[in-house]
Nanobody
Framework: QVQLAESGGGLVQPGGSLRLSCAAS????????MGWYRQAPGKQRDLVAT???????RYADSVKGRFTISKDNAKNTVYLQMGSLKAEDTAVYYC???????????????WGQGTQVTVSS
């Protein structure tokens, strides 16, 4: 079992920066995908960014050039560095980990509790 602990959310002014952290307890395996999703009130939960075992990254078009996802394997932690923040970035941000279990070769999906990010002047 994997549990995810998120931190770093808060209030920031437009144009500001914020860094989110998500520490995973329990084994996330050799093959995994870690990522961030966000959900604003009345909206669906959308993918923000992902990072793979090989450190390959993917970003939503809306955050490309502004957000950077990274990880520290030794700490079992994934980060989301957010810059040039806009009001539209206001949402609850959720950490997600997908792990490949062996020898069953099945994927498991885990979610954090969410952390609030508010961009406002």
């Amino acid at each position: 079992q994997v549990q995810l602990a998120e931190s770093g959310g808060g209030l920031v002014q437009p144009g500001g920066s914020l860094r989110l952290s998500c520490a995973a307890s329990g084994s996330i395996g050799i093959v995994n995908v870690m990522g961030w999703y966000r959900q604003a009130p009345g909206k669906q939960r959308d993918l923000v960014a992902t990072i793979t075992t090989g450190a390959g990254t993917r970003y939503a078009d809306s955050v490309k050039g502004r957000f950077t996802i990274s990880k520290d394997n030794a700490k079992n932690t994934v980060y989301l560095q957010m810059g040039s923040l806009k009001a539209e970035d206001t949402a609850v941000y959720y950490c997600n980990v997908k792990t490949l279990a062996l020898p069953s070769s099945t994927w498991s999906d885990y979610w954090g509790q969410g952390t609030q990010v508010t961009v406002s002047s």
